[in-house]
């Protein structure tokens, strides 16, 4: 059991470092890519790959049933297509640092959504949190006296409707999680994506020139990493470890984004940044307390 929990924890580690290097290597394909020329490769990509190894895994079982097609194609639009438009572009007109901070208001705006649907139990305290998370991602969007438009604002704010996208998302999956492997339901996802392909791709950079190598390995570690390695081994770990553990390993992500950027890009962490990245933590830590268990009757 030891065994299987460290291998659990790793696992965890390396999807945090993968996740966390994505906008490191987003910025560097943007020298030869558009945003939503990134956007393309990954959609497609990633519903070759996790498509393939769905029906691999699964055969026929991996085959939705009809009624489940509408949510899957809502899940389409906010977890991968609106989601990555809205991220990459996001990124483009922002930093690594500032990503890996906006980031992490996706459990605050999950808990949020899932409590107003009575998916989650409300309490004081965990609303008090939301409101303290926005309280630091406003400074985010406000900069430092540059106005929202000129700064990093308005890709942060990009970005910040990013995370509200995937929250949905999340929430409204719940329901096909329950009935399919979780692999199941990223490939599809990833499929239902595939009519917006048009969109992302209408006059987009999409073929980088063959010298631009740095671009092009980018784009690769975009679509295997955080795409398909990542979410592999994220599966690994969670039969290994409690959901509530991999939860907590998303909080390392801001690290590892904001010591890569430091390392590759020299950014440094603002004070407007700190004060913003101290809120947003302590908000989310008011939102995963949980409130103290009641006897419920089973629904």
Not at 28 to 40: D, H, K, N, Q
Not at 139 to 144: A, E, F, N, R, S
Not at 166 to 177: G, N
Request: glycine share 10%.
């Amino acid at each position: 059991m030891k065994r299987r929990a460290a291998a659990g924890h790793g696992a965890l580690a390396v999807v945090q470092v993968l996740f966390g290097l994505f906008p490191i290597f987003g910025v560097l394909a943007f020298t030869a890519f558009s945003p939503l020329g990134v956007g393309s490769w990954r959609i497609a990509g990633g519903a070759l790959i996790l498509g393939t190894l769905t029906l691999a895994a699964y055969g026929r079982e991996a085959i939705p049933q009809r009624a489940d097609l509408p949510r899957f194609a809502i899940c389409g639009i906010l977890g991968v297509a609106l989601n990555q438009g809205l991220f990459l572009e996001g990124l483009a007109r922002s930093t690594p640092m500032n990503a890996g901070l906006v980031m992490t208001l996706i459990p605050v705006f999950t808990f949020a959504i899932a409590a107003g649907v009575g998916q989650e139990r409300f309490s004081l305290l965990r609303a008090l949190g939301v409101l303290v998370a926005l309280a630091g991602a406003t400074l985010l969007l406000v900069g430092q006296g540059e106005g929202p438009i000129r700064g990093h604002g308005f890709g942060n704010l990009l970005m910040a409707l990013n995370g509200l996208s995937y929250a949905t998302y999340l929430v409204i999956s719940k329901k096909l999680v329950s009935r399919y492997q979780p692999l199941v339901v990223i490939a599809w996802v990833y499929v239902f994506a595939l009519p917006y392909l048009p969109y992302f791709m209408a006059g987009e950079t999409l073929v980088a020139s063959l010298e631009a190598t740095g671009a092009w390995f980018s784009l690769l570690y975009i679509i295997l990493f955080p795409t398909v390695l990542a979410y592999l081994l994220n599966m690994f770990a969670l039969e290994r470890v409690r959901a509530t553990t991999t939860a907590v390993y998303i909080y390392a992500q801001p690290l590892v984004a904001g010591t890569a950027s430091w390392m590759v890009f020299g950014e440094r962490l603002s004070a407007s940044m700190g004060i913003a990245a101290v809120c947003i933590f302590v908000g989310i830590w008011m939102v995963a307390r949980r409130p103290p268990e009641t006897a419920v009757a089973p629904s």
